[in-house]
């Protein structure tokens, strides 16, 4: 799992790394990667994958939405952490899986956190039946079986 903050205020990237690596080892689970960013057009240029991104919304030369308009394409979950209130309706319609108030509650992040994973392990679950009832219908000389692994869901060539 890679998790990404953007942010321009650096306590509150801090604050997030702090409270995300506390809900994954207060639960015996392998902390994601973490990656920050202090500047919202750093979001546009990563290439890495993402499973989850907290994002500002009012930032110096740049706004969270239009951030994630200038994207191709968005296969992340986007968390808003912000300082204003007023932003919730767009944030809906941006599909938003939550959206946070500044100061950061860490009940609240634990909240998102938790229905990021959850959402995100559907959709793999969720794949991962698509490409088994694709399969089905292949000759056996082209299938490909899948195997759930603890973070991950590996399709095995076979032939």
Do not use: W
């Amino acid at each position: 799992m890679r998790i990404l903050i953007c942010d321009d205020d650096t306590l509150i990237i801090e604050q997030l790394k702090k409270y995300i690596e506390s809900y994954f080892e207060s639960n015996h689970l392998k902390c994601p990667e973490l990656v920050s960013f202090t500047s919202g057009e750093a979001l546009l240029t990563d290439k890495g994958e993402k499973d989850i991104v907290f994002l500002d919304i009012e930032m110096p030369g740049s706004n969270g939405f239009s951030l994630l308009e200038n994207l191709p394409e968005i296969h992340f979950e986007v968390i808003f952490v912000t300082a204003y209130d007023h932003y919730g309706i767009q944030a809906i319609k941006f599909s938003a899986l939550d959206y946070i108030l500044k100061p950061t509650d860490i009940d609240e992040l634990i909240q998102a956190v938790t229905k990021a994973k959850k959402k995100i392990s559907t959709q793999a679950e969720n794949r991962q039946m698509l490409h088994l009832l694709q399969n089905n219908k292949l000759p056996d000389k082209h299938k490909t079986p899948a195997l759930s692994l603890a973070d991950k869901i590996e399709f095995i060539e076979i032939g």
